[in-house]
């Protein structure tokens, strides 16, 4: 039966969600929202442990992660418009070059970076040898989360990276899901999905009638936070808004049938979300070329 309700959901998203093409080459996925292209760069595929996990029974280990751990990745992505190269997040910087390259892509080709928040595995390769990886991009940043690094004590490499970019640096005000706001360039504007870090933010895509949400960390072991979305995890900075707003996301994305991206969904990245009518919670279903 729930194979049946599975098959059933991938057909009617390939067939409604969006007026897309999907292609993979090493690690890279690429993605089509409009005339925008999304393309998953790829830092790492691997297993999460069950210990990260905060709130998980013994009976949800057992029926979505037995073995005691679940698939993990860390993703950065890239965006190509019709008149810039954006890139959303910078990943621990291991593959990113590579990554780039791979698309055709040098750092100086990218005109803006989109930051959903500042942990090292997001801002990694925002600097090389001290100086800015991306000297012509414009980079914005949450304003909550900028205050929040700012704060004497607190992460010293996201200091550096706020310092290296001041003169290119946009701080702004994240929207709620479904709300009216204004664009922070065209077609992206930033959504508010904090408790992860008190400023992460999502970006939403919008080209040509068609949207995708880049939700960053709203889910880090999606084996188990789909079924189970009041599951946290140990690297959640307020765990109650971190599920406050991972169930507010997957309702929003699953009511409008929005494709998602997340920077820690095993490969290829990105898919999309539905309602598990049998079991409850949500499944989701990885995009395919």
Not at 273 to 288: C, E, L, N, S
Request: charged share 20%.
């Amino acid at each position: 039966m729930r194979k049946l309700f599975v098959f059933l959901l991938t057909i009617y998203f390939m067939s409604t969600a969006v007026n897309m093409y999907a292609q993979s080459v090493g690690n890279v996925f690429t993605f089509k929202v409009g005339s925008f292209e999304l393309t998953l760069l790829s830092e790492g595929q691997g297993q999460g442990n069950k210990g990260v996990l905060v709130g998980a029974t013994d009976e949800m280990l057992r029926k979505y992660a037995p073995d005691g751990t679940f698939p993990n990745a860390t993703n950065a992505f890239f965006v190509k418009t019709p008149d810039r190269n954006i890139l959303i997040d910078a990943g621990y910087g291991r593959n990113l070059f590579d990554n780039l390259q791979s698309i055709g892509i040098t750092p100086d080709k990218v005109d803006v970076v989109l930051l959903t928040h500042m942990h090292g595995d997001h801002i990694g390769g925002m600097l090389r040898e001290g100086r800015p990886s991306f000297p012509n991009a414009e980079i914005y940043l949450p304003q909550p989360e900028r205050d929040y690094w700012m704060t004497e004590g607190r992460g010293q490499q996201a200091r550096d990276v706020i310092a290296a970019y001041k003169d290119k640096l946009h701080l702004f005000q994240p929207i709620e899901a479904g709300g009216q706001g204004k664009p922070l360039i065209a077609g992206v504007t930033g959504i508010a999905a904090y408790g992860h870090t008190p400023g992460h933010t999502a970006y939403l895509l919008e080209s040509d009638g068609n949207k995708l949400l880049v939700w960053g960390d709203l889910t880090h072991a999606m084996a188990i936070q789909m079924p189970y979305p009041q599951v946290a995890v140990t690297y959640d900075v307020t765990p109650e808004d971190a599920v406050a707003y991972r169930k507010k996301i997957l309702e929003y994305v699953e009511a409008n049938k929005i494709p998602v991206a997340g920077m820690h969904i095993a490969f290829p990245g990105i898919g999309a979300v539905a309602k598990d009518a049998v079991a409850g919670g949500y499944v989701f279903i990885p995009a395919t070329r």
